[in-house]
């Protein structure tokens, strides 16, 4: 996409300019009324940050660019990703400054991610920011993990995750071996379905070694990637095959399995924002009809069904975003609660409220809901996508049960009224 003055706003620096990302607050960005229960609150920083990248979303990535580049072949804009994160800061708010991050954290990478969810916006976002990155980040120090991060960090190389990525994070789950010891290894195996894959310039793969988990870097062009036909065209998968393929070992061991369950609590925390980003504008646009669409001489939002139906959306987007963001907080900060805990009681949340959301909207547009034409046709299968994404609403559901109640124990009968 072409450059020019008019698509910089004064929240949105040229190049050059100081990045749209927090200035360290003058503020602690948790306020606590009782120091024992903090609260959480977005700071001005962070609602600074929000503006900016609205504007942004809204001249770059409106209905018409998502359309135009779904249809081209690598499905994104590389000169805006680059963009996004050279003048924006936007890829790595949640990188530590020494390592070449904002150091902002993953509550400022949630509002991100939200915006961006909001419009649809087009690009390996789930590869690089919500799986790669936090993957590098929580690996140990090493070549391979400082030769990448960087470049991932300002846009000028993008990245997809190889691994089990419609579960859970188990670790017996992954399909690709790794064999040969040292810092470089061969792979075997293929995944089916890929996020961002077909736009990746380099693959992490989360492999199976002899000593247990193994993190491998392999150049794209050395695996065999298939493109493959998807429900959300704003998002591509593709099939990737590394039989034969060496890679760099980032991390092995101990090592690998930490940093591959903090990209999986991170791709939660950042899809579990995103879904709430589609269902709020669903919400929006959806409100906007309703107040416009006339039936018998009347806007529709003036019918009790249809007011109600409004209401039960915005209860569950309030609802979706509170749990998002606590397991932002959480994960940045794990004293204040059980990051996984969180994690999974966002999923399930979001998954559910983002699809409910999306068809509530297909209904409540009528026949032109239904058209492909109508944007809830795209954001309606972004959202059915997402839900599929690292677990489905049930899954998590699942882990909640085990972390809470499995936990209590041989616990005595909760008394009932008998009377």
Request: with cysteine; charged share 20%.
């Amino acid at each position: 996409m072409a450059e020019n003055d008019d698509d910089k706003t004064p929240s949105v620096p040229a190049s050059g300019d100081e990045p749209v990302r927090p200035a360290v607050p003058e503020e602690p960005t948790v306020q606590a009324t009782v120091p024992s229960t903090p609260e959480f609150d977005f700071s001005a920083e962070q609602n600074e940050l929000r503006t900016g990248l609205r504007r942004f979303v809204e001249r770059q990535s409106d209905e018409a660019t998502v359309r135009r580049l779904i249809e081209t072949d690598l499905g994104y804009d590389r000169a805006l990703w680059g963009r996004l994160g050279s003048e924006l800061g936007a890829l790595a708010l949640a990188v530590p400054e020494d390592l070449g991050g904002a150091g902002a954290g993953l509550v400022d990478q949630a509002i991100a991610a939200e915006e961006l969810g909001a419009a649809l916006f087009c690009g390996p976002l789930l590869g690089t920011v919500g799986l790669a990155i936090p993957a590098l980040v929580a690996a140990p120090a090493g070549p391979v993990r400082d030769e990448l991060l960087p470049a991932l960090a300002e846009g000028t190389r993008t990245a997809a995750f190889v691994g089990a990525l419609f579960a859970p994070y188990d670790p017996s789950a992954t399909t690709i071996a790794s064999s040969g010891a040292g810092e470089r290894t061969t792979l075997s195996g293929t995944v089916e379905q890929v996020p961002d894959a077909g736009a990746a310039d380099v693959l992490l793969v989360a492999a199976s070694g002899p000593d247990g988990p193994v993190l491998v870097a392999v150049e794209s062009a050395d695996a065999r990637i298939t493109v493959r036909g998807s429900l959300d065209l704003t998002r591509r998968h593709a099939r990737v095959d590394l039989d034969g393929a060496q890679g760099r070992v980032v991390a092995s061991g101990a090592g690998a399995d930490r940093a591959i369950r903090h990209a999986y609590a991170v791709a939660g925390v950042l899809l579990a924002a995103e879904q709430v980003g589609i269902a709020q504008h669903l919400l929006d646009i959806t409100v906007a009809y309703a107040k416009e669409r006339l039936q018998f001489g009347r806007p529709i939002g003036s019918f009790q069904a249809v007011k109600h139906r409004c209401a039960d959306m915005l209860v569950a987007v309030e609802h979706a975003r509170s749990t998002a963001y606590h397991a932002a907080w959480a994960v940045q900060d794990p004293s204040l609660d059980d990051p996984e805990l969180a994690v999974a009681i966002a999923q399930s949340t979001c998954s559910e409220a983002c699809y409910r959301i999306a068809a509530d909207a297909i209904q409540m547009h009528g026949g032109i809901g239904f058209t492909w034409e109508h944007q809830a046709h795209l954001y309606y299968k972004r959202a059915i996508a997402d839900a599929a994404l690292l677990g489905s609403a049930e899954a998590y559901r699942e882990v909640v049960s085990s972390r809470v109640l499995d936990a209590l124990g041989d616990v005595r009968a909760p008394v009932v009224a008998t009377g």
